[in-house]
């Protein structure tokens, strides 16, 4: 497979049924935006020690291969059993994670500042994905929650390094 072509050098690009789309094209940020996401992922999980985090971000990032995949009309779908791996992930981390009374502000350690940015990257996502108004009912559910995973990694990492969250209480 090439990895490169005329039309991409004008500005353009390949969907993966041949389909030309321009670089501004609201389908091309959407996979833009997933991708920026999936390529931050990557940094998050060769700094992560825990190996079931490690596997939540390895299933995160071949999951949102899939999505592109979908965005980019390739011949594969987006099934509701991700979703609901996702919601089971989050189950697990809040085990253990006391309840939220205020906001927490990025930045008790590197590492969960680095999961909160990735966060911060799905809602961004979310809302390209959203402008592109894609017909798969399960991708935007799977972003949603997608976040709400990441908070609750970027507190569990902060617990496992006993790090105190910086609470945000209104000042």
Same mark, same amino acid.
């Given at each position: 497979m090439k990895t490169y072509d005329l039309y991409t050098d004008t500005g353009g690009t390949l969907l993966a049924d041949g389909k030309k789309l321009s670089k501004d094209d609201v389908c091309v940020e959407a996979i833009g935006a997933i991708d920026e996401i999936n390529s931050f992922l990557g940094i998050i999980y060769v700094q992560l020690a825990d190996e079931d985090l490690k596997a939540m971000i /390895?299933?995160? *990032?071949?999951?949102?291969?899939?999505?592109?995949?979908?965005? =980019?009309n390739a011949d594969v779908n987006f099934e509701r059993f991700r979703v609901n791996?996702? +919601?089971?992930m989050i189950q697990q981390l809040e085990t253990g994670l006391s309840p939220l009374?205020?906001?927490?502000?990025? =930045?008790?350690?590197?590492?969960s500042a680095h999961i909160q940015f990735s966060r911060a990257l799905?809602?961004?996502? +979310?809302?390209?994905? =959203?402008?592109?108004?894609?017909?798969? +009912?399960?991708?935007?559910?799977?972003?949603?929650?997608?976040? /709400?995973?990441l908070f609750q990694m970027a507190r569990k990492? /902060? *617990?496992?390094e006993k790090r105190s969250e910086r609470l945000w209480k209104g000042e």
């Open positions: /390895d299933y995160i *990032q071949r999951n949102l291969c899939r999505i592109n995949s979908v965005l =980019g791996a996702i +919601e089971k009374s205020n906001f927490i502000l990025s =930045g008790s350690g590197l590492l799905v809602r961004t996502a +979310e809302r390209r994905v =959203g402008a592109f108004r894609v017909k798969n +009912e399960n991708i935007m559910p799977f972003l949603n929650r997608l976040s /709400d995973l990492v /902060d *617990q496992t």
